[in-house]
């Protein structure tokens, strides 16, 4: 019988192993790199491997990039809803106080007793609304918008109103009522024409103002007399005194204030231009 060499059976040494040789040497040599387009997310074809799919599409980047919808929705709710919040319902009362102050104070002409009272009851509790509601936001973070410009004026408006009531009923020099007035709201007009230098913060003369104010305008609503009228006399007048040297002291400030500003920002021009 006729061998077949072994040569002949095994076939070339290139060619042993047929085209399944060919393959498991291609998938035994290094595999290649992918495509900078896999690690953008977007599908690619890999030699030999096919197509790849990204390991994160374009949507799922832009879901993680942008907030959803509903949770800015979300967020919009709860900025709202804080506009009701215990320190500002507060001074919304203080607001509510003021005609109702007005119409006890000037009830039967204004001279009645029990009247001036029930007025005097209505100034205590703004009053003392005035002292907790900035302290309510300032330690429980409840600050607004809608409080920073509120606040100061439901201030003015019932001590504005008490003065004005007290003047027009003969109980209060005008002058009085116009230098107190007159102080508040140049004060007020001052911090914003130099608030884009900085903020005048708070003395505690100033402290002391609204302390004496209060006091003084409310034993003049009350209807007081012998000593009491008298002592009252002088309580204003410290509360005067006290007035005029605070909106002195603010200007001041804000003189200081505005020159600083104003040198900071040459110096920072200057730097610019070097």
Known sequence: MTGVPASAAGGPPAAKGGPAGAVAGAA????????????????????GVGVVAGAASDA?????????????????AVNQASVWNIANLLTMLRLLLVPGFVALMLADGGYDPAWRSFAWAAFAIAMITDLFDGHLARTYNLVTDFGKI???????????AALICLSGLGDLPWWVTIVILGRELGITLLRFL??????????????????????????????????????????????????????????????????????????ALEETEA
């Open 150 to 160: 509120a606040d100061p004026i439901a201030d003015k408006a019932i001590m504005g």
């Open 28 to 47: 035994s040599g290094p595999a290649p790199s992918a495509p900078s387009d896999v690690v953008s997310g977007t599908a690619a074809v890999v030699p």
């Open 194 to 267: 130099v608030i884009r230098y900085g903020v005048i913060p708070a003395s505690r003369g100033g402290k002391l103002k609204t302390l004496s104010q209060g006091i003084a305008v409310g034993m003049y609503i009350l209807a007081l007399t012998g000593w009491l009228a008298t002592a009252r006399f002088w309580v204003m007048a410290v509360a005067v005194v006290l007035t005029v040297a605070t909106g002195l002291d603010y200007v001041r400030q804000a003189i200081v204030l505005r020159r600083q500003g104003i040198a900071e920002r040459k110096a």
């Open 60 to 76: 799922d980047v832009d879901s993680d990039a942008r907030p959803a919808r509903g949770k800015k929705i979300a967020a919009a």
